[in-house]
């Protein structure tokens, strides 16, 4: 599992902070914390983008079920794969077969 | 100061009412219904500011007050019997979110058999949710350590929630005496509830309850394990307060003539009045008896009670919930494991009475006491690890 890395209190605490450390209940006072819990690491099969067969539909984006395509500009972007878990949903959904999914990380 | 006349439930409703707790999420359910009852009413008469929501069951009512104390809200509900099985699961989530809610229980046993009566087995189930417990003998006990909840559970050393027993019926309904305290003199006891993080805070951003994985969860469970052990000292210097505004004295029990006592019963709620007359009538016949009366189950005052029993030939341990485990019940288990970590000499005996609100009467705990002569004497008494009492055999 990822460390959490980010400013604020989330900084302090990772898998080595001893009891005394934690916030009481776990509580979390900073928002979007779960962007620095890196799912990607549960990955056992990995999308691969094919540049010359993508038409830029961005079809695979809305299907993404862990918003793990960026989009910048109107444009797709590589996908993020520190939180991609490899479902392979974005494959089926391409009209071009610009996605294929590869074995393993 | 007011002297009146009043039942347990209405007791409890009015400390409710000297603190005007915010938000009250409530499902009623036999004996503790007078309560939300009570409270609707004064909602409803201009007395109070409550926000009353009524809510579909007990697992809603104690989901909500989560919300609600999560929110910043000072949170209250009551209930009975199965309505608190019915919030297992959130009473943990309650206590491990480090939620400072109030819950009045009125005790009543576990269905089944169906039965509405007193008995401890619906809040000793709960007794390992984290949730602190504090239980009493009558009506002004269950209105005074009510009285002191909030300052228990709010105070930055604990951050739990607080249950308040008091035994269904022979407390919540029966009419006694009582003393009232003043209401700007409670309200300001009380206090105000000022958290420092709530989810409505404008200008901060929250989450309550996250998952925990593996990596975290026994660490937090160590935290709050320690919370419970910083209760016990913030208990007694509330109590130490609430003492020298009313001359009430509260601890984690009461010592009923326990200082030179050689025979002792240990017991919790109701049953602890007529065990006073039972002593008393003991002592009148010459016998050191007394009687350890337990107010705070959780966290447990182990080293405590077995300092207080250290000087007793025979003790008694009264439970008033069956632990189905063949050998008694908790309250018995929990005395006699202190007693065993104290090393101490005294002869135990757990004893099983005033299931589904069976009657005790001051003759049953005299014959108790005759018993424990005869076991501090070596005599094998009883030919069952857990006797009961008032049973037809």
Known sequence: MAELKQSGLAEFINETTPWHGLTEGLQIYEPATSRQFHTGEWRTNTPVWDTSKCKQCLLCVPYCPDSSIPVVGGKRQDFDLDHCKGCGICEKACPFTAISMKEGK | MLKTRMSGNEAVAHAIRQINPDVMPAFPITPSTEIPQFVASMIANGEIDTEFIPVESEHSSMSAAIGASAAGARTLTATSSCGLAFMWEVLYVAASSRLPI????????????????????????????????????????????????????????????????????????????????????????????????????????????????????????????????????????????????????????????????????????????????????????????????????????????????????????????????????????????????????????????????????????????????????????????????????
């Open chain 2, 102 to 393: 109030v819950m009045a229980v009125v005790n009543r046993g576990l269905t089944g058999p169906l039965n509405i009566n007193a008995e401890h087995s619906d809040s000793m189930g709960a007794r390992d949710s984290g949730w602190i417990q504090i239980y009493a003998e009558n009506n002004q006990e269950a209105y005074d350590n009510f009285l002191q909840a909030y300052r228990i559970a709010e105070h930055p050393d604990v951050k739990l929630p607080v249950m308040i027993c008091q035994d269904g019926f022979i407390t919540s309904h029966a009419v006694e005496n009582i003393t009232l305290w003043d209401d700007m003199k409670m309200k300001k006891f009380v206090g105000e509830y000022e958290p420092q993080h709530y989810l409505l805070r404008e200008d901060e951003v929250m989450a309550v309850g996250p998952y925990a994985a593996s990596g975290y969860c026994m660490e937090a469970k160590k935290a709050q394990a320690e919370a419970m052990k910083r209760a016990k000292q913030v208990i007694l210097d509330v109590a130490k307060e609430f003492e020298a505004i009313t001359g009430q004295s509260y601890g984690f029990f009461e010592g009923y003539r326990m200082d030179d006592a050689e025979y002792a019963i240990v017991a919790i709620g109701s049953v602890c009045g007529t065990a006073k007359d039972a002593v008393d009538a003991m002592r009148e016949r010459g016998l050191r008896a007394g009687l350890l009366k337990i107010r705070v189950f959780r966290p447990f005052p182990a080293q405590e009670i077995a300092d207080a029993l250290k000087n007793c030939r025979a003790v008694a341990v009264m439970d008033r919930a069956e632990g189905y485990n063949a050998v008694g019940g908790p309250l018995g288990a929990e005395v006699m494991a202190a007693l065993y970590r104290a090393k101490a000499k005294a002869e135990a005996v757990n004893i099983m009475y005033g299931l589904s609100g069976r009657d005790v009467r001051v003759e049953d705990v005299e014959k108790l006491f005759d018993e424990l002569v005869r076991l501090g004497d070596g005599e094998q008494v009883y030919s069952e690890t857990c006797p009961y009492i008032g049973l037809r055999e």
